[in-house]
């Protein structure tokens, strides 16, 4: 499926909703936030970036700023949004395991610690880094450290680690980076009533598709539609990753579930069965009940460890499986088929079968003849019958 083209028998079925237009995405901490360095180290390829979030797409480097009232011990930078980008720096992620020998990401402006603090009753400091969950008012606790000892908590424990470059440095290292990854980070200087915080956006660059399954559109609660995207190598998409996927050219006539729990599609060109006339943008249908209400999914995804390559044939959907086994890989998803289309500029005007029982090609260069649609994307022939022999398969090897 192609940002803004149907899978084969789908219509544009959108007929609600309202125009966010041109609003830009919600940024954390804003202008001159103070930001402690989040150093991660994965499976996934990429580089740092840092993004000047009031002029989104503008990426300049960083660079110490000047204090801010109210901060006594934490040294400060200018940025609060880290951006790791599938380029360069040769590192890779994958959902269920942290790199062998993973590398780290170099970061120009670690937190640090002005000087050491102390309580008032003669107690040592605590740092403690904790992520905040994405449409829930709570906060994941990752890592506290009183400068000597350091210990994880839940799943982001056992991968986070402090840096501990200098005996002021408080930046942390997240090994082994996951899509689940990305979000807010607060990191907290606990020292008696002293207390100070700062925060931090990790943000993975990617591919959103919107997905349903071969029932057809509409088939998925909240909790359904993040399922599925999961088992597609991916996660549901954020808010500020379907703007992002939209002002690359993303035009989707079908609402779809999003992490934080709202129901949106976008739209480049406005149309009367796509919301009717208006402004382009971000549409929106508002509050929804997330076990009760049905939609389709938008799914995140970014670059994978692995490769993807073509088998031709006229297989079935069990003779594509064994195809993929002799060759020592399995079967794509539809995640990697969007991941290798985007990051490894995958070209292949031949329809294969993947894990989800879809038969779909990637075109980087459109031409007449494969697919006739004028821009570049993931076509779809829809989910024919897995006992029809008529397609080759995409194979996944890692």
């Known amino acids: 499926m192609g940002w803004g083209q149907k899978r084969k028998g789908q219509t544009d079925g959108q007929t609600g909703g309202w125009t966010e237009g041109v609003q830009f995405p919600e940024a954390a901490g804003g202008p001159g936030s103070l930001v402690p360095a989040l150093r991660a180290s994965s499976h996934r390829q990429c580089t740092p970036r840092l993004l000047r979030t009031e002029r989104p797409n503008v990426f300049i480097p960083t660079s110490p700023s000047a204090p801010s009232p109210g901060q006594e011990h934490l040294e400060e930078t200018r940025h ?23 590398n780290t990401l170099p970061f120009p402006s670690p937190l640090a610690l002005r000087h050491l603090p102390q309580s008032p009753g003669g107690h ?59 979000g807010r980070y607060r990191c907290e200087l606990i020292n008696g009533i ?27 609660n909240y909790y359904e539609a993040k399922q599925a995207c999961e088992e597609q190598d991916g996660r549901l998409a954020t808010y500020a990753q379907l703007y992002q996927a939209w002002t690359e050219g993303l035009d ?19 149309r009367a069965p796509c919301g009717g006339p208006g402004r382009p943008g971000i549409r929106s249908y508002g509050p929804r009940d997330r076990k009760r209400d049905r939609y389709d999914a938008f ?100």
Not at 87 to 101: E, I, K, V
Not at 362 to 383: A, E, K, Q
């Open 299 to 398: 799914c995140f995804t970014s670059m994978t460890a692995g490769h993807v390559f073509f088998v031709p044939g006229r297989l079935t959907l069990s003779e594509a499986h064994a195809a993929c086994r002799r060759r020592g890989a399995t079967v794509a998803k539809v995640g990697h088929l969007y991941a290798a289309w985007k990051f490894s500029g995958l070209d292949q005007c031949d329809g294969g079968w993947l894990a989800d029982g879809s038969v779909r090609f990637p075109i980087t260069s459109p031409r007449p003849r494969c697919g006739g649609l004028p821009d570049p994307g993931v076509r779809s022939f829809g989910f024919p019958r897995a006992q029809q022999a008529a397609f080759g398969t995409y194979c996944y090897s890692e």
């Open 194 to 220: 002293e207390d100070e915080s700062v925060a931090l956006t990790l943000r993975l660059e990617g591919v959103v598709f919107p997905y349903q399954p071969s029932r057809g559109r509409y088939q998925f």
């Open 80 to 102: 609060p949004t880290l951006h790791i980008p599938p380029d360069g720096a040769g590192l890779t992620r994958h959902h269920a395991r942290p790199a062998q020998s993973p």
């Open 252 to 270: 989707w006539c079908n609402a779809g579930w999003l992490l934080e729990g709202s129901v949106r599609y976008p739209v480049l060109t406005a």
């Open 124 to 182: 040592s400091y605590k740092v403690r880094w904790s992520k905040v969950e994405p449409g829930e008012l709570r906060e994941t606790l990752i890592l506290i450290t009183n400068g000597l000892q350091a210990r994880g908590y839940g799943p982001l424990g056992g991968r986070a680690r402090m840096r501990r470059g200098h005996r002021l440095d408080a930046s942390l290292v997240i090994e082994g980076v996951r899509l689940e990854d990305e």
